[in-house]
T-cell receptor, first 115, second 115 residues
Framework: DAKTTQPPSMDCAEGRAANLPCNHS???????VYWYRQIHSQGPQYIIH???NNETNEMASLIITEDRKSSTLILPHATLRDTAVYYC????????????????FGKGTLLTVNP | SQTIHQWPATLVQPVGSPLSLECTVE??????LYWYRQAAGRGLQLLFY??????ISSEVPQNLSASRPQDRQFILSSKKLLLSDSGFYLC??????????????FGSGTRLTVV
């Protein structure tokens, strides 16, 4: 799986948009970009995923650059409850074997939403 | 709807004692199952994954073992706990054939302290 690079921490004011960057310059054509977040002392929570088109759901938007070498997770109106570690993961989703089902987490970005 | 149950939520065990953590999934069949560990201040480490009953793959050598006696049951065990086994243990599941749809769902975790 392609390696990702994220800033270790970011701050955001409550009510403002939080834009979390992720670099994945070695991503392959069949690898998806996934975002998860982990609130303190809880299990990670799936947020969104995409291949090459921008995606939006009730939690966030995912913007993937045209060359797919980077992406940005956008929380449009951050709240205090959005304070968490955000993980960007890229991986292939083929069904050719058990090892392709593994999800490898990096260190992520600690987003702190301030009042 | 699918749910994942993990227990106990917290556990304090003496060094050298045995361990058994259980995880069950409801509302789905033939899931892929995973055990992760998060040591204090560190990232998520995949310990074991299973693509079927009795099929266990270990990611890292350690003092732990895993078993899958039933399709939707995943157990993490140790015969003799070490201090280094302390951490936050998370169980997760994914749809076997179509992982791209939503990725993983994590349980609420077990915080294990070995004393």
């Amino acid at each position: 799986d392609a390696k990702t690079t994220q800033p270790p921490s970011m701050d955001c004011a409550e009510g403002r948009a939080a834009n979390l960057p992720c670099n994945h310059s070695t991503i392959s054509g069949n690898e998806y970009v996934y975002w998860y977040r982990q609130i303190h002392s809880q299990g990670p929570q799936y947020i969104i995923h995409g291949l090459k088109n921008n995606e939006t759901n009730e939690m966030a938007s995912l913007i993937i650059t045209e060359d797919r070498k980077s992406s940005t997770l956008i929380l449009p109106h951050a709240t205090l409850r959005d304070t968490a570690v955000y993980y960007c993961i890229v991986r292939v989703v083929e069904n050719s074997g058990g090892s392709n089902y593994k999800l490898t987490f990096g260190k992520g970005t600690l987003l702190t939403v301030n009042p | 709807s699918q749910t994942i149950h993990q227990w106990p939520a917290t556990l304090v065990q003496p060094v050298g004692s045995p361990l058994s953590l259980e995880c069950t999934v409801e509302g789905t069949s033939n899931p892929n199952l995973y055990w992760y560990r998060q040591a204090a201040g560190r990232g998520l480490q995949l310990l074991f994954y299973s693509v079927g009953i009795g099929q266990i793959s270990s990611e890292v050598p350690q003092n732990l073992s895993a078993s899958r006696p039933q399709d939707r049951q995943f157990i993490l065990s140790s015969k003799k706990l070490l201090l280094s086994d302390s951490g936050f243990y998370l169980c997760a599941w994914s749809v076997r054939q179509r992982m791209v749809l939503g990725g993983y769902t994590f349980g609420s975790g077990t915080r294990l302290t070995v004393v």
